[in-house]
């Protein structure tokens, strides 16, 4: 039995979240009771999303919406927009309150926390098999809990470093492949007022996600299920030293990066790279149409290059999909808006548009996917690196904190790494425990 979703914990954000004006109940629009009437009565779909916040998935989005509602099917999406890093916050006020949308959007790595606090819905039973049947078994792996496909991939994100391809001329540096490279590349970049990296060191999702893209590849497996179907954790091993000690020392001691690291947010690395105040970032494959929007003029002086290889080179299956409340009474208008945004045809001009690559095996190889030069290093990543599946042990939505926590103290010299690496252990072995004693 999985552990209950904790009521307690939930209640202290409830309020102050709910007076945010969310608004959107569990069931909207449709008076009618039965699927025949259903389908005659005009229904509003309520849905939550991040990427409409930010640039430029907003313009895409918002049109694809727009787009959609202009069919006059019957249907009409009303969205509601929370910042990527805030999203559980909010659904944990939701959930509280039975106030949540019809559907959602979320981070897969959140998919056990999210079905764990009874918010999800098996999408086998909203969407028909022909449809599902678009999507890769390990693509849709992501997103199952327990045997139940608990939400719809809806893009994914290769791993990689974007960089400044006019700095790295000026400077005459060549695209480094290993870590030593990577530091001795990132000094010769670090002059004046500029620097060598932008490093997110934010204790939030992109702060921590960023980190986890170079610990898996010092060889870190942060949970991992055995044959005899025990869990275990590398966090806090010697591995995840040296991931962590190598990953803060680029501030800490190599003095690579811009001042005030531990305040430095994805938007925020995106600016300093795009201003030239800095020549690479440590990011997704998503970074490269998020700068571009900012600042067009970049466009043909990016590049991007594999992270670094130290004990392996890994493609951690991630991104965001959506998810359906089980409470709506809207599923079939929410089927029919998700087919209409996740086809092939929206797949392709988003990917085209953001760099977020598609969930859809032909959309995956549509020759426009990964075209630009600038995506070419995320490009060999998704090709050649080992596919590496994110583990779905109850309690994972902790990690972000866990490993917050242990690069922030770092760099802000409260803790060594060892002393770090030691605390970020005991938070990941309790986990590891609590699951083992089911």
């Not at 999406?77 to 929370?82: K, M, P, R, S, T």
């Not at 590349?185 to 992109?206: E, P």
């Not at 990011?283 to 004990?311: Q, Y």
Request: proline letters at 4%; aromatic letters at 8%; hydrophobic letters at 35%.
């Amino acid at each position: 039995m999985r552990t209950k979703f904790k009521l307690a914990t939930a209640c202290m954000v409830a309020g102050a979240l709910l007076l945010t004006g969310c608004g959107a109940g569990g069931s909207a629009s449709s008076k009618s009771s039965s699927g025949a009437e259903s389908k005659k009565a005009p229904v509003t779909i309520k849905y939550i999303s991040s990427t409409i916040l930010e640039s430029p998935e907003k313009e895409f989005e918002q049109s694809a919406i727009d787009e959609f509602n202009a069919q006059k099917n019957g249907v009409t999406v009303e969205v509601e927009g929370v910042a990527a890093n805030d999203l559980m916050q909010k659904y944990t006020a939701l959930a509280t309150a039975n106030q949540m949308p019809d559907f959602y959007m979320a981070d897969m790595k959140n998919t056990t926390q999210l079905v764990d606090m009874g918010i999800t819905d098996d999408m086998t039973k909203i969407l028909d098999k022909k449809y599902l049947s678009q999507f890769g078994k390990d693509t849709l792996d992501g997103f199952t809990i327990d045997g139940k496909l608990s939400g719809l991939p809806w893009f994914t994100v290769a791993q990689g470093v974007v960089y400044r391809k006019d700095l790295f001329e000026k400077d005459k540096v060549q695209v480094p492949k290993t870590w030593d490279e990577f530091v001795a590349a990132a000094h010769k970049l670090t002059h004046g007022d500029q620097y060598g990296i932008a490093l997110v060191g934010s204790k939030d999702a992109s702060g921590a996600g960023r980190f986890q893209y170079v610990i898996r590849n010092f060889g870190v497996d942060e949970f991992k299920k055995g044959s005899d179907g025990k869990w275990s954790t590398d966090i806090g091993g010697p591995n995840y030293v040296k991931a962590l000690k190598s990953f803060t020392d680029l501030d800490t001691k190599e003095k690579v990066c811009p001042p005030g690291v531990t305040e430095t947010n994805y938007a925020s690395a995106v600016n300093i790279l795009s201003s030239g105040q800095a020549a690479m970032l440590i990011t997704g494959s998503n970074a490269v149409g998020a700068i571009t929007s900012k600042v067009p003029d970049l466009k043909g002086k990016l590049g991007s290059f594999m992270i670094p290889t130290v004990k392996r080179n890994v493609f951690s299956q991630n991104g965001f999909g959506f998810y359906v409340n089980p409470k709506s009474s809207n599923k079939e208008a929410v089927a029919k808006f998700l087919k209409f945004m996740v086809s092939k045809k929206k797949s392709i001009e988003f990917s085209q548009l953001t760099g977020r690559l598609p969930t859809i095996a032909t959309a995956q190889k549509d020759p426009s996917i990964g075209k630009d030069p600038a995506l070419s290093g995320f490009m060999e990543q998704l090709n050649k690196a080992k596919t590496f599946n994110l583990p779905t042990i109850e309690g994972y939505g902790e990690v972000n904190d866990i490993h917050g926590e242990a690069y922030q103290s770092v760099i802000t010299g409260s803790a060594t790494p060892e002393a770090a690496a030691a605390k970020a252990k005991t938070r990941a072995q309790a986990i590891v425990d609590e699951a083992n004693q089911k």
